[in-house]
């Protein structure tokens, strides 16, 4: 049996803040330990850390993706892994370990090695949790629009805790689909990938960057031309990179470009900081306890920290944006007669009072449907005015509606009614 | 999850109690949504871009592959100022990270201009290290379109012709007149564009 004794108190007592104290009661709160389902995103460095917290907390179902392979530098920070387990799989190594450190019959950890958007939308849809710890914008991006959608597609709500580092600063956030804001909502406040002026790097380098931005951007092209493409990960390539930049640097009387700089600005890495991870992972992990187990109010909805000047963390509600692209307009449902047109479907769509549109651009999945504007796109597509709307996409699928009267675009699933023939052409 | 529980519970009261007050529409059975039809975030920012393009004359959109909106080419025949006349080809390739990157603009032709280099690089502020995602794909066709009307020596991509445009505007003229016409430079043959 495993010692649960500091976990108990916290359930076993009501708090004064508690919001639900009516329907609270201990003993549900206990079983939601061993029967919430929690998927972890990323086995990184701060994956680790969550599935260490949530299985020493006593939670017991728990899937882990990650597409990642372990690498030699991984091992100063990301603790689950050791040197022998290089090359292999971040999830399944993670996986294994969590489960031979707390028992094969106390836990239930199942890994995926590949990548999130390989799953299926009824696989997210398991879950009563998602806790993201990803370095990358795209994914993070995709499983926030994808448990957006499922909780309007299907009304089921699963919450996105989201952590990120960046050296010594990071934020962990809460997003309950529909209700709060979403990672969408915020994008345009996320930094900005250090970028350098063409020009600068060109004739004015000041800094070892700029050097190796000029060999990695200008001279990598005008050696190789456009057929051999620069992989930061063959050492060669590394190599060159290094040596060009040394030598711009000499000309220019720079100092400072290193291989493990070069290697730095071409794989755009930022350090990463053992224990900024954890303080983050802590923070995603007390959230995922409290909003499991309701004993106490969870993160409304945005901490961030900063631990680069003196330690500072200040915590605030990030409000919904009301044109946000992914939670804005929650797509609608709309039935449509299998005989229209695309023409049809834009006339009845016009007469709609409620949208307020005149002249709308559509697209699906695959493109473009029809674009009002500009003329040129206008031209292609308005051969498809005259098909069918079922022969365009197919039952189910999303389409996007945008009109220069429209501040959002709309969004509405298609499904075809089996009304064949137009009734005006009998 | 007993609180999110409420709040749903709230929202779908207050839904049924706004579909009392109008008029009942038929209900359907739902069906499930296939997996890979919902469109990405970026292209629905694409499409907001280009539906709310608001162009000068100068510049033309070609898509040659019409069923996406993440590559096509761009004209730009500038209406005035040195390049007057000019047909300048520029390839936009955006990728599925927009707005979070900037699109990639390449000028296709081999050109004499102070901001843009022999490979076809553009020294455009928005284009890199001023890019942000509250900027949209017109505002950076505009900015192509101010390039064409004022050069800027100051930020050179092209050295020689910065220099040029900055001791000699009459010789910078003339140089940009021979370019265009097809000819060499300094000993650096360029693209014919007119």
Redesign the interface.
Same mark, same amino acid.
């Given at each position: 049996m495993r010692d649960h004794s500091s976990v108990i108190p916290l359930l076993k007592t009501i708090g004064p803040f508690n919001?639900?104290a009516d =329907?609270?009661n201990y003993q549900s709160a206990w079983d939601?330990l061993s029967t919430s389902k929690i998927l972890v995103i990323g086995a990184g460095g701060l994956g680790c850390e969550i599935l260490k917290n949530l299985a020493l907390t006593g939670f017991k179902n728990i899937h882990v993706i990650d597409m990642d392979t372990i690498d030699l530098s991984n091992l100063n920070r990301q603790f689950l892994f050791r040197h022998k387990d290089i090359g292999k799989s971040k999830s399944e190594i993670a996986a294994n370990f969590i489960k031979q450190r707390i028992g094969e019959d106390n836990i239930n950890i199942i890994p995926f090695f590949g990548k999130i958007q390989d799953k299926? #939308?009824?696989f997210y849809s398991q879950f009563?949790l998602v806790i993201s710890g990803l370095d990358s914008?795209?994914a993070r991006?995709w499983i926030n629009?994808?448990l957006v959608?499922l909780s309007s597609?299907n009304?089921k #709500?699963i919450?996105l805790i989201d952590g990120g580092t960046e050296g010594f600063r990071g934020q962990s956030r809460v997003i309950?689909p529909s209700?709060t804001s979403c990672f969408?909502c915020t994008?345009?406040l996320?930094s900005?990938?250090i970028?350098?002026?063409?020009?600068t790097i060109?004739?004015t380098p000041r800094l070892p960057e700029h050097c190796i931005e000029w060999a990695h951007? #200008?001279q990598w092209?005008?050696e190789f031309g456009s057929t051999k493409k620069f992989d930061a990960d063959i050492p060669q390539h590394i190599q060159w990179m290094y040596e060009t930049a040394l030598n711009r640097a000499k000309i220019f009387k720079i100092e400072g470009v290193t291989k493990q700089l070069t290697l730095g600005v071409c794989k755009n890495i930022i350090p990463a900081i053992a224990s900024t991870n954890s303080i983050i992972a802590a923070s995603c992990c007390n959230e995922a306890f409290k909003?499991?187990t309701?004993s106490n109010?969870?993160l409304n909805n945005y901490m961030s920290y900063s631990g680069d000047y003196s330690i500072y963390t200040y915590t605030f509600e990030n409000n919904k944006r009301s044109n946000c692209?992914?939670c804005g307009s929650l797509p609608k449902?709309i039935?449509v007669e299998s005989y229209k047109t695309l023409q049809q479907f834009i006339e009845d769509i016009k007469d709609k009072q409620e949208i307020q549109i005149k002249n709308p651009?559509i697209?699906?999945?695959? %493109?473009?449907l029809y674009?009002?504007?500009?003329t040129?796109?206008q031209k #292609?597509?308005k051969n498809n005015l005259s098909k069918k709307l079922n022969k365009l996409i197919?039952? %189910? =699928?999303?389409?996007?509606i945008? =009109?220069?009267n429209l501040p959002i675009?709309l969004?509405l699933?298609v499904?075809f009614t089996s009304d064949e023939k137009d009734p005006e052409l009998n | 999850? $007993?609180? +999110?529980r409420? $709040?749903?519970k709230k929202r779908q009261e207050e839904e049924e109690e706004a579909a009392k007050s109008q008029s009942p529409t038929p209900t359907?059975d739902? /069906?499930?949504? &296939?997996? &890979? @039809?919902?469109? @990405?975030?970026a292209?629905?920012?694409i499409?907001?871009d +280009? /539906?709310?393009?608001d162009?000068p004359p100068s510049i033309?959109? /070609?898509?040659p592959q019409? @069923?996406?909106?993440f590559e096509f080419d761009l004209k730009l025949i500038p209406n005035s100022g040195y390049y007057k006349n000019g047909k300048f080809q520029f390839k936009c390739e955006i990728n599925? &990270?927009f707005?979070?990157?900037p699109p990639k603009i390449k000028c296709l032709n081999k050109i004499y201009h102070p901001?843009i280099?022999l490979?076809g690089? +553009?020294?455009l &502020?928005i284009l890199?290290?001023d890019?942000?995602?509250?900027l949209s794909l017109n505002s950076i066709f505009i900015g192509l379109n101010f390039l064409f009307l004022e050069p800027n020596p100051n930020?050179?991509?092209n050295?020689e012709a910065a220099n040029c445009l900055v001791k000699d505007k009459k010789q910078f003229e003339k140089n940009v007149n021979n370019s265009m016409k097809g000819g060499y430079i300094d000993g650096v043959y360029y693209d014919r564009v007119i």
């Open positions: 919001e639900v =329907d609270y939601r299926s #939308i009824e009563d914008i795209e991006r629009a994808t959608n597609s009304n #709500i919450p309950i209700f969408e994008l345009d996320m900005q990938k970028t350098y002026p063409v020009c060109a004739n951007l #200008i092209n005008i909003l499991l309701d109010p969870y692209s992914v449902k039935y651009s697209s699906s999945i695959s %493109g473009p674009m009002s504007s500009p040129e796109l #292609i597509t197919s039952n %189910g =699928d999303e389409i996007v945008t =009109d220069v675009s969004r699933i499904y | 999850m $007993l609180k +999110i409420q $709040l749903q359907r739902s /069906t499930p949504v &296939n997996k &890979n @039809s919902k469109v @990405s975030a292209q629905l920012r499409q907001k +280009i /539906t709310e393009l162009l033309k959109l /070609t898509f019409p @069923s996406s909106l599925s &990270n707005p979070i990157e901001n280099d490979q690089n +553009i020294c &502020n890199r290290e890019w942000s995602p509250v930020d050179p991509l050295k």
